[in-house]
Structures are given as structure tokens and as C-alpha cells.
């Protein structure tokens, strides 16, 4: 029965008669697809040059801070040869003879050389005496009364601390001036009176 209907020029009941679509330009089309490919090539371009970039960054980083555990143990070694030296009085060092004396200047040779290498490795040592207490960077210890510097300041360090790049290995163990002349604050322009309301 489609067959007749098909014959006579009638639409079978199940299909549906295609409307006229209006043909695409084919140099549209390509323009179009064209264009996404580009925008899509411009795109991966910049990606790729962000993950370059990143890439070097974590490069450098790993670099400079892979050393930054074995530093930081280095630093209690460095600290326990220091502390040998201030065992010993003045009066010893000055009057050691042979075997005592190879033995302080070993210790002594030792603690150079192990400042020398870490600092071969960018670790530095952080300033701490004098300098306005920074939380990054110190830990108080204990607060000092002194009316004679700004509070806040740094008038004893207890511990040397340390830094590789700008990241801290080990914080100086400060004491902090306390009770002093605050800094001083701006003076208002004019005589104080806010004249604008």
C-alpha cells in the first residue's frame, strides 16, 4: 500500500516530509572550521608554553630546595661543633699543647668547613640581632625589658637560624626587647582636624 501512495505522490504515514533546508556555503563551512582549528592550535600553543614554563619553575625549585632536609641535619652537626668550642675556657685554648690542641683545632677546622659547604648550597644565615621581629623568620624565645630600643626589636639570639633561597630551614631563637619607645607614627598633616565633613 506505501507503494500506491508512493505512486500517487502521497506521504506515507510514518515518514515525515523533509522541509527544504537552506544549502551551507562550502567556503563558509571552511572558514568556519578553519577558524576553530586555529583558535583550537593557538589555544595548545599557549598551554604547552604555560606547562614549559611551570616545568622550569619546579626544576629550579627541586634544584635549590632538594638539599633542604639534608641541610637542616647538617645544622644540628654544625651546632654540636659549636657548642664543643664554647666548652672549652678561653685560658685552654690559649695555653692547649699537642694533643689537646690538635683536637681544637680540628673541631675548629670542622665547624668552618661545614659553614663553608652549606653556604656552597645557599644556606644562609638569617640576621636576627637588631633587626624588628619577624615571625617568619625568628621565634621568641622570652621578651626583654630595654626602654632603650623599640619594641619589638631583637636584642639576643639564643640561636643562629638559617635559610635556603627564601624558604627557612631552621628559625633563630630570639629574645625580644619588650617595654621600649614604640616607633614613632607619621604626624597628621595640618593641625590634626579632619576639615572634609
Not at 663553608?116 to 638569617?126: E, F, N, S, T, Y
Not at 624588628?132 to 623568620?137: G, T
Request: charge should be negative.
Amino acid at each position: 500500500m506505501s507503494d500506491e501512495n508512493a505512486a500517487q505522490g502521497e506521504t506515507p504515514e510514518n515518514e515525515i516530509p523533509v522541509a527544504d533546508t537552506p544549502e551551507v556555503d562550502p567556503v563558509e563551512a571552511l572558514r568556519a572550521e578553519n577558524s576553530e582549528l586555529r583558535d583550537r592550535v593557538l589555544r595548545t600553543i599557549a598551554e604547552m608554553e604555560n606547562l614549559r614554563k611551570r616545568t622550569e619553575r619546579d626544576v629550579a625549585d627541586t634544584r635549590s630546595y632538594a638539599i633542604a632536609g639534608f641541610a637542616r641535619d647538617m645544622l644540628s652537626a654544625t651546632d654540636a661543633l659549636s657548642r664543643a668550642l664554647l666548652v672549652i675556657p678561653n685560658e685552654v685554648r690559649e695555653t692547649a699543647e699537642g694533643t689537646l690542641k690538635s683536637l681544637i683545632e680540628g673541631i675548629e677546622l670542622a665547624e668552618r668547613e661545614t659553614q663553608r659547604l652549606l653556604a656552597k648550597h645557599g644556606v644562609k644565615q638569617i640576621e636576627a640581632a637588631g633587626q624588628k621581629f619577624d615571625p617568619h623568620k625568628h621565634q621568641a624565645m622570652f621578651e626583654v625589658p630595654n626602654p632603650n630600643v623599640p619594641e619589638g626589636t631583637v636584642v639576643q639570639v639564643v640561636q643562629e637560624g638559617f635559610a635556603i633561597g627564601d624558604r627557612v630551614l631552621r628559625p633563630a631563637m630570639v629574645g625580644v626587647a619588650k617595654g621600649g619607645a614604640a616607633q614613632p607614627a607619621p604626624a597628621p598633616e595640618g593641625d590634626g582636624v579632619d576639615k572634609s565633613a
